[in-house]
């Protein structure tokens, strides 16, 4: 006779005790990461820009000035940002809003993907209805 306990998850199945909730690195690794990416390219930025204003003031015969080279970097930072960034961010939230608010075809491509499941459910010969009451019960 087993004294396995089929209930319990498997022992290599990580869980934050919160609510079976991911740690904070899993649930937001893809912001950090992509945070890091921006900083770094932005610290590449400055230093670039700043090697530009002091090149740009020797060959003038002029020494380094912080106060030339902060609106220079202020503007090129803001071109970038509103050439792309701003172009990413639209694109990425308008589109997520659009299909959180139920755009007609994240609706029709809901209903397509859900029938296929339940087509694929009823021919393994379990209940579509029973697994939606369960996951509707767990949530």
């Known amino acids: 006779m087993s004294t396995l306990n089929h209930t319990s998850p498997a022992p290599d199945v990580k869980r934050n005790s919160r609510l079976g909730k991911p740690g ?3 649930a937001y690794g893809f912001a950090i990461v992509t945070g890091v990416l921006f900083l770094a390219s932005w610290a590449a930025q400055f230093v670039n820009q700043a090697m530009v204003v002091a090149d740009e003031a020797t060959e003038h015969g002029q020494a380094f000035s912080w106060s030339d080279f ?5 503007a090129s930072t803001f ?4 050439s792309e960034f701003l172009q990413l961010v639209w694109q990425s939230v308008g589109l997520a809003a659009l299909l959180l608010w139920g755009s ?3 609706k029709e491509s809901d ?17 579509p ?5 369960k996951v509707n019960a767990s949530m």
């Open 24 to 26: 904070f690195f899993k």
């Open 70 to 74: 902060w609106p220079q970097f202020l």
């Open 79 to 82: 071109e970038n940002w509103q």
């Open 104 to 106: 007609s075809q994240s």
């Open 111 to 127: 209903e397509r993907v859900e029938a296929k499941v339940d087509a694929l459910l009823q021919a393994a010969g379990v209940d």
């Open 129 to 133: 209805a029973e697994i939606s009451r």
